[in-house]
């Protein structure tokens, strides 16, 4: 029954649904970007799109959100894995109430962050009734960009760092405790160990969670709408009005395109960044 | 100087006691081994020493200072691991140098130390390689001269060769049993291997249930043990083991034959004989009175001998004959100890009579 052919059968159903639903349109919204209606090559919808006044805005906030928010889930998510793998008792209890707000949907999450921060939100009257404030803050005002790009960021680490969490949990629990014991015994202490062992061996797990987070971040968008509305455009979120308000496709076509490009520019430069030695694999 | 001192260590796991009560003290420069088989608490006890595992009660000194209550990183120990723990991350000069780094020498310090070591270890050649890129046998080099490096008072080493393939391990014992006499190191060895044990160790400390039943030169234990246990562990084939009844006057009985022994008031005792330290005769030389005869059932030609596991008074008798001796399975045996050294055990607590 073996043949050579066999696997290759075995991965052709999943390869046509990739081609089906991916491959093929990603090759119509490249169309859609780079051909006119009438079939001839153009630039225009890329001109038109960067040339838009809140393209470089969108692409700032994207860019400013993804790195004010990566690199602090990453940190955070690795003092909490330390945590919980540390724990003797409770370990599993600990990660399902932490992991609560992978369940919650992006959309739902900026919901209830609205509800905290908005002029009759929790934050306003807590504060109120302390005696803090005499009325109500509008945090979310179209003048207090600042405060509507931390409340952003506080949705999204709340939301969205459990996932890069259960990443490193993982990854941790594969490096052999006898790696510490080790490293114990020839002098180095807890900090060592975790910046001479535990990173460098987490490196594939860091890798998958960066590049998971990063992509997704450079896709916020209903976290985004939900608290900012339109006071701090993202690049998702003018795709969403080009397709939709404007009725230009092509232009949100570009604007997808934009997306891929800087996904894809990310995710070589961490796979470059935290690559593994040759022979230093286990 | 490091001596080690062991104070009335014990362990508990749960309910269970892993270890009773130690005591062990091991010279300055000393290769001490922990002999044992598996599960008997070996382990434990260098893990102990090593503070990879905190006693239940008692004390460990290293050097005189107490250590218990101290990291293992604050003992000025060493050690290699069962499986070797080599860093997959790091290469092998930095697997070397890693405890060096943790204290902050100097890099030309740091160089040096590792050139030497890895020199004496002969792996000069791999220092730009990484642990996935060598064989188990480099690997276990890689993890003694890791342990060298830091120039350790005291290094504790966890069954390091029970990995190896049996003619690579041969060959380290002998490699490590030089490089160690230099490195002028006290050593705790644990194995479970009493050649590798017998080779190497200055002392022999061998374990049982938690307890360490004779501590001795490697002659000492064999010639002299100290246990029914010992006499049953230590030798292949280990000891024989007969029922003696007494006959009065320090005369035994021991599978219809006279025997000499000691003057005690017990009725029962075991009479112990090393398979080699039996002598056989032909029939017609032999007084049937005082020497016993034994019927053949196995014969195992071992090449440098040939091993007879013969039956007597309905007991397991095995000795050791010239490999050519002319014999088959079913002959008789005329056999008698040598007397200097037969040992007697009391079957009550197992201990041995003098």
């Given at each position: 029954m073996y043949s050579r052919k066999l696997p290759y059968l075995l991965l052709l159903p999943s390869a046509l649904f990739l081609c089906v639903f991916f491959l093929y349109p990603f090759v119509l919204v490249a169309w859609q970007a780079f051909v006119t209606d009438t079939g001839e090559l153009t630039s225009e919808y890329f001109m038109e799109m960067a040339t838009h006044w809140k393209f470089n805005t969108a692409l700032i906030n994207t860019l400013l959100l993804a790195l004010a928010v990566v690199p602090f889930q990453i940190v955070l998510a690795l003092y909490m894995a330390t945590l919980v793998n540390g724990m003797k008792r409770g370990r599993d209890l600990i990660l399902y109430i932490w992991t609560i707000p992978l369940g919650i949907s992006d959309l739902a999450a900026g919901i209830i962050w609205l509800a905290i921060f908005e002029q009759t939100g929790f934050l306003n009257s807590f504060m109120q009734s302390l005696g803090f404030i005499e009325e109500p803050i509008g945090f979310l005002g179209y003048q207090n960009k600042g405060t509507i790009f931390v409340a952003i960021m506080l949705a999204e680490i709340w939301r969205a760092t459990a996932i890069v969490l259960v990443i490193l949990v993982a990854g941790m629990g594969l490096i052999p405790k006898e790696y510490y014991e080790a490293a114990e015994v020839f002098g180095a202490s807890r900090w060592k160990q975790f910046t001479r062992i535990t990173l460098p061996m987490l490196k594939p797990s860091l890798q998958t969670a960066m590049i998971l987070r990063v992509i997704l971040a450079f896709e916020v968008f209903a976290v985004v709408v939900a608290l900012g509305g339109t006071n701090l455009p993202v690049l998702m979120g003018e795709i969403y009005t080009w397709q939709y308000d404007l009725r230009d496709s092509s232009v949100a076509a570009a604007y997808a395109l934009v997306v891929l490009a800087i996904s894809i520019g990310f995710t070589l430069l961490i796979m470059w960044g935290l690559r593994t030695p040759k022979g230093a694999r286990v | 100087m490091a001596e080690i001192n062991i104070k009335q260590v014990a362990k508990q796991f749960g309910g269970t006691h892993a270890l009773h009560s130690i005591d062990l003290t091991i010279a300055d420069q000393e290769f001490l081994v922990l002999l044992g088989a598996s599960g008997c608490g070996k382990t434990t006890l260098l893990r102990i020493v090593a503070g990879l595992e905190t006693a239940t009660s008692g004390e460990v000194w290293i050097g005189g200072h107490r250590v218990d209550k101290l990291a293992p990183r604050d003992r000025g120990i060493a050690m290699v691991f069962q499986n070797y723990a080599v860093f997959p991350h790091l290469t092998v000069y930095e697997n070397i140098a890693f405890g060096l780094r943790m204290a902050k020498l100097p890099q030309a310090e740091v160089d040096k130390r590792v050139n030497r070591t890895a020199d004496l270890m002969h792996i000069e050649n791999l220092l730009s390689r990484y642990s996935g890129q060598l064989s188990g046998g480099q690997r276990q080099r890689v993890a003694v001269a890791r342990a060298l490096a830091t120039e350790p008072a005291v290094l504790l080493m966890d069954e390091p060769l029970s990995n190896l393939d049996a003619l690579l391990r041969m060959e380290m014992r002998a490699e490590l049993k030089t490089v160690l006499a230099e490195s002028k190191t006290t050593t705790i060895y644990v194995t479970h291997d009493q050649v590798e044990a017998m080779s190497m160790a200055d002392r022999i400390a061998i374990v049982n249930e938690g307890r360490i039943v004779q501590a001795a030169?490697?002659?000492?234990?064999?010639?002299?043990?100290?246990?029914?246990?010992?006499?049953?562990?230590?030798?292949?084939?280990?000891?024989?083991?007969?029922?003696?009844?007494?006959?009065?006057?320090?005369?035994?009985?021991?599978?219809?034959?006279?025997?000499?022994?000691?003057?005690?008031?017990?009725?029962?005792?075991?009479?112990?004989?090393r398979p080699e330290d039996i002598s056989v005769h032909s029939p017609k030389t032999s007084n049937p009175q005082d020497s016993p005869s034994a019927t053949i059932r196995v014969l195992e030609p071992l090449g440098s001998h040939l091993l007879a596991s013969c039956k007597v008074d309905n007991q397991m008798l095995r000795v050791v004959l010239d490999s050519d001796a002319s014999v088959k399975a079913g002959d008789p045996l005329h056999w008698s100890p040598v007397a200097d050294r037969i040992r007697w055990f009391d079957p009550a607590t197992a201990l041995a009579i003098l």
């Open positions: - | 030169s490697a002659v000492e234990v064999y010639r002299n043990p100290a246990e029914h246990f010992v006499g049953s562990f230590i030798g292949n084939p280990p000891m024989n083991f007969l029922d003696a009844t007494a006959l009065g006057d320090g005369w035994w009985d021991v599978a219809g034959t006279r025997i000499k022994g000691p003057s005690v008031k017990q009725n029962k005792l075991q009479f112990g004989i």
